[in-house]
């Protein structure tokens, strides 16, 4: 059983099958250490109600995280070939219509939902976990949604932002809906 994930430890590494640009791909997460900040998202299935909305704004929004130095995965339990077949349904018959940005990852074996404790034991499918993970793999945040509703990619912007920022002023913290420009507290 995997041990707990809580924010402030790294992140549970992996490699797997994902589809970007609508080609099979690898992603191993260890490979952006160092390199780049991750927003991790994980839905529950391709072909469904809010999943495709969610997968759609991570992508419309996708330059925004690049100019932040931050790549954003989807992942969830279906396969490869369900991705593909999902990016290439067009948005009237319920998939994403085309090429997204970001890639999305094939966890059909479900070990990295469990590794990220978002794997609903009786669905068999993802809760809506979003992880970001600082350029150390360190795991930064981390919010889970149940089924019914998806996430807030303002919020998601803004929490990144907040976390780069501490993370260069050491001696500051930011307040409550602290927004990028506005006034941090000094710890020192």
């Not at 390199?35 to 704004?57: G, H, I, M, R, S």
């Not at 998939?95 to 978002?118: H, R």
Request: aromatic share 10%; with cysteine; hydrophobic share 45%.
């Amino acid at each position: 059983m995997a041990e707990f994930l809580r924010v402030g430890n790294p992140a549970p590494d992996f490699e797997a099958d994902a589809v970007f640009d609508q080609e099979f791909i690898k992603i191993k997460l260890s490979s952006y250490k160092h390199q780049k900040y991750l927003v991790l998202f994980f839905y529950p299935l391709d072909f469904t109600f809010v999943c495709p909305t969610e997968v759609l704004a991570f992508s419309d929004r996708y330059d925004e995280f690049a100019k932040l130095n931050t790549e954003v995965i989807g992942i969830s339990v279906d396969s490869k070939y369900a991705h593909l077949a999902w990016i290439q349904t067009s948005l009237a018959d319920g998939g994403l219509g085309g090429d997204i940005k970001c890639p999305l990852v094939s966890d059909i074996t479900k070990a990295i939902a469990t590794d990220f404790n978002v794997l609903d034991p009786i669905a068999g499918i993802a809760l809506r976990g979003l992880f970001i993970i600082d350029k150390s793999g360190i795991v930064q945040h981390a919010t889970i949604n149940n089924l019914a509703f998806g996430r807030s990619i303002d919020e998601t912007l803004r929490t990144l932002k907040a976390i780069q920022h501490t993370q260069v002023h050491e001696n500051e913290v930011c307040p409550i809906d602290w927004q990028e420009g506005m006034p941090t507290i000094k710890t020192q």
